[in-house]
């Protein structure tokens, strides 16, 4: 079935890095834009940046643009998202979602926690 | 800066009701760029409208979505108890991809 897997979350220091992954599976991966979306604990979701189907594009949210870096490997189903000096409200479940009909987020895979914390 | 407002922050209804949720752009959206989402507690959200009045595949036709502009909404035409939840209206035709703040559709 259609399914996106995110990974690679867990507790980290303030400065440090992380690497997030999101597995695809079920449908042609490299046709679709990819998104990561993040939702802080008690909050609402917080759009952060897409990633064109074939890699040459990516944007971002004002608050990430320097500090994070999407990518994506085609061959692997897998989009990646690098964040450093990573920060107190960084702390949140990040969300990897497909870029569906018109690029809506069709598809979301079930998040992965971030907390940064010393 | 783009900002996309939800009102009313918390609905309190009942299953049966009929639940009216506002979207208003500080800027003119493209129809073919709005969608709403649905997220319930420790959930990821689910797609319930695009195009500003599309259903996503398997969404209930009590959902419905309307509007252009700067103003649209989203309409349950019944509420079930399943559809008490957060909603979010999103706007997807430029970065930021911005969210609204979301709404509460609560139990009365």
């Known amino acids: 079935q259609v399914q996106l897997v995110e990974s690679g979350g867990g507790v980290v220091q303030p400065g440090r890095s992380l690497r997030l992954s999101c597995a695809a599976s079920g449908f042609s991966f490299s046709t679709y834009p990819m998104h990561w979306v993040r939702q802080a604990p008690g909050k609402g979701l917080e759009w952060m940046t897409v990633i064109s189907y074939d890699g040459n594009n990516q944007y971002y949210a004002d608050s990430v643009k320097d500090r994070f870096t999407i990518s994506r490997d085609n061959s692997k189903n897998t989009v990646y998202l690098q964040v450093n000096s990573l920060r107190a409200e960084d702390t949140a479940v990040y969300f990897c979602?497909?870029?569906?009909?018109?690029?809506?987020?069709?598809?979301w895979g079930q998040g992965t926690m971030v907390t940064v914390s010393s | 800066e783009f900002v996309l407002t939800q009102s009313p922050g918390t609905l309190s209804l009942s299953p049966g009701e009929r639940a009216t949720l506002s979207c208003r752009a500080s800027q003119s959206v493209s129809s073919s760029y709005l969608g709403w989402y649905q997220q319930k507690p420790g959930q990821a959200p689910r797609l319930l409208i695009y195009?500003?009045?599309s259903r996503a595949p398997g969404i209930p036709d009590r959902f419905s979505g309307s509007g252009s502009g700067t103003d649209f909404t989203l309409t349950i035409s019944r509420l079930d108890p399943e559809d008490f939840a957060v909603y979010y209206c999103q706007q997807y035709g430029w970065s930021p991809r911005a969210f609204g703040q979301g709404t509460k559709v609560e139990i009365k």
């Open positions: 195009g500003t009045s």
């Open positions: 979602a497909r870029g569906g009909d018109r690029d809506a987020l069709d598809i």
